[in-house]
C-alpha cells in the first residue's frame, strides 16, 4: 500500500533480479517462516557433493539458521571447528573408534558452518575463506595422525607410516589444487564417479568416520589416499 501510494506521486521504475537470486513477499508471519526455509536452502551450493547435500548441510543449515542470529564471528565458528577436528584426531589415537568416528562426522558438519554463517551476515571475506581452507587442512593432518597412531597399535608399521604419508599428501593436495585452480582463474572441472561421490573432504570425513566406527583405522587410511587420489586425477 505504501508503494502504491509512492508511485501515485514518484515515478517508480522495476528493476530485475539479479541471475541466482530470489525474491519471496514477506507479508505475513507465515510468509515469513516461507522466507527463512527459502532462504535456509540457498545455503547449499551448486558445487556441494551428495554426502555433503545429503548429510551434511541439511545439518549445518539449521545450525547456522539459529547461530547467525547471535552473530558470531565465522572465523571463530572455524576455530572451533578446528578444536573438534582435533579433538577427533585424539579419541581416533586412544583407539576410541566409535567416539572419534562421531566427532570426525561432527567436525565436517560444523565445517560448513562458518561460510553459511558468512553468508547470512553478508560477511564473506577472502581472508576468511583463506583462513578456512588453513583450519581444515590442520583437522585434516591432525586426523591422519590420530588414524596412524591406532593403526600403529594393530599394524606393521611401515605400511601405517606409508598409509599416513599417502593420505596426508593426497587429503591436502586434492584441496590445494582446487584452490590453486582457483586462484589462478583456470577453468574448473567437475568430478565424476568416486571423485564426485567421495573424492571432496566431506566424503572422504564420512568415510574416516564409518570406518572408525567399525574398528578400521588402516583402511581409513587406505580409503583418504584413494579417494584424494581419485579427485586428483579426474
Known sequence: GAVTAFAAAEPLRARPLAPGTWWHDVDTPEDVRVAREMLRRSLVKPSDGPVSR???????????????????????????????GVAAAGLLAMGWGLAGGLTVHLASVIDGVDGEVARLQLRTRPLGAFLDGIVDRLADAAIVGGLGVWALETSGGALVVWLVVAAAVGSVLSMASKDRIAALGLPSHTERGLGYALGGRDGRLLLVAVLAVVGQPVFALAAIALTSGVALML
Do not use: E, F, G
Open 54 to 84: 545429503l548429510l551434511n548441510r541439511p545439518v549445518s543449515t539449521r545450525i547456522s539458521m539459529a547461530l547467525a542470529q547471535l552473530r558470531p564471528s565465522p572465523d571463530l565458528v572455524s576455530l572451533v571447528a578446528l578444536l573438534i
